[in-house]
Structures are given as C-alpha cells and as structure tokens.
T-cell receptor, first 116, second 111 residues
C-alpha cells in the first residue's frame, strides 16, 4: 500500500495564479483532511471531508476550495494564490486499520508551496 | 484555534537520556494522540490514549493523561539519535474525527 500520496512535492507560483494540490489514499478511509503547516503555528485544518460527497470548512478555509472526487481522492484548489498561502500543505486520512485506531490519521509527505 | 499546547518547545539531550514533553488542552476530549515529524516529512502517529485511560506504553514511549488538569506528557526513554524530530500532540473530541494539533516540540538527540 502506498498510503497517502500527494502531488506535486514542490511548487512555485506567482501571486494570482491558480493551482490544485492532489491527494489520494489507498486505505479505504472515509475521512480526509487538508492542513497547512507554518513555522511556529503547528498544523491548522483547512478543509476536511468526513465521507465521500461531503466537505466542511476547518480553521483556515479562506482562499481555498476542495473537491472530494471519490473515496480515494481529495483535492485542494487555490484559485488566486497569495504570498500568505506560502506554506507546507499536508493531506491526511483516517479510518480503522489492522494496527490502528479509527481516530488515527495518516499523513502524506506534503507539498511545499511558495507564492511570490 | 489550537487545542494542544506543548511545553517545552525545544529540547536538546544526549543519546541515552530520557526526553519528556508536555501538552495541555482546554476542552473535554475523547482521545489524545502524539505524532512525530521528521524533518521534511509528514507526521507519523505514535500513540493514542483515551480519556478514560491514565497511562499507556508503547516500546520506549510512555504517555500519561490527566483529564482533571487537562494535560498529557510523552516520555521517550533511552533516546536515540533517530528520535530527533518534532513531536505534536493532538486532541480528538466526541462526535467528529477532527484533530486539533499543538504547535509541536522539537527534540534533538545528540549522539
């Protein structure tokens, strides 16, 4: 199993450009999450999807949109990137596993985004 | 808002020593989890303790939870250079699968 995968790994954008961050999981998890991580701020939840077909705002949703394309995939879109969106973005999923709890989250490797 | 708050923020120890870090939270929780993040990588789950548990062990990890003080501690015994990482606590509440993460503790283990 690949677990949680994210693409791209790195991206540089100019202010105002748009892009979509892709995330996929192969663990048959119902819930998926997008976080951003900034120095000294820990992880902040942007959006999450409790199940296929549902999405909800997290702590810092402004400037982002999401799509839960199917059970495996959850994408994050920046319609008009701003320098304040320079960050590391992590996708995560959760659900029961052979050696884990329902509440355990599994993280992707992250996407490092720089907005100039 | 951030639920977990770790203390101290940075810790530097010699290999073989124990490392202890604390986490406090503000509201009622269902569970508290600790995650590790190696530099440039995603977070990896270490251990989960439920609100009705007081102590839990996993290998060299020991977690305690004091719900009356709304605090938890993570102890790593006999630390190794490979334990160098950031450690985050995260709290889960009843009714949803969201987690609130703290700001993290950076631990450096000197060989």
């Amino acid at each position: 199993n690949a677990g949680v995968t994210q693409t791209p790994k790195f991206q540089v954008l100019k202010t105002g450009q748009s892009m979509t961050l892709q995330c996929a999981q192969d663990m048959n998890h119902n819930s998926m999450y997008w976080y951003r991580q900034d120095p000294g701020m820990g992880l902040r939840l942007i959006y999450y999807s409790a199940s296929e077909g549902t999405t909800d705002k997290g702590e810092v949703p402004n400037g982002y949109n999401v799509s839960r394309l199917n059970k495996r995939e959850f994408s994050l879109r920046l319609e008009s990137a701003a320098p304040s969106q320079t960050s590391v973005y992590f996708c995560a999923s959760n659900g029961p596993g052979q050696h884990s709890y329902q509440e355990t989250q599994y993280f992707g490797p992250g996407t490092r985004l720089l907005v100039l | 808002s951030q639920q977990g708050e770790e203390d101290p923020q940075a810790l530097s120890i010699q290999e073989g020593e124990n490392a202890t870090m604390n986490c406090s939270y503000k509201t009622s929780i269902n569970n508290l989890q600790w995650y590790r993040q190696n530099s440039g990588r995603g977070l990896v789950h270490l251990i989960l303790i439920r609100s009705n548990e007081r102590e839990k062990h996993s290998g060299r990890l020991r977690v305690t939870l004091d719900t009356s003080k709304k605090s938890s501690s993570l102890l790593i015994t006999a630390s190794r250079a490979a334990d160098t990482a950031s450690y985050f606590c995260a709290t889960g509440v009843y009714g949803n699968n969201r987690l609130a993460f703290g700001k993290g503790n950076q631990v450096v283990v000197i060989p």
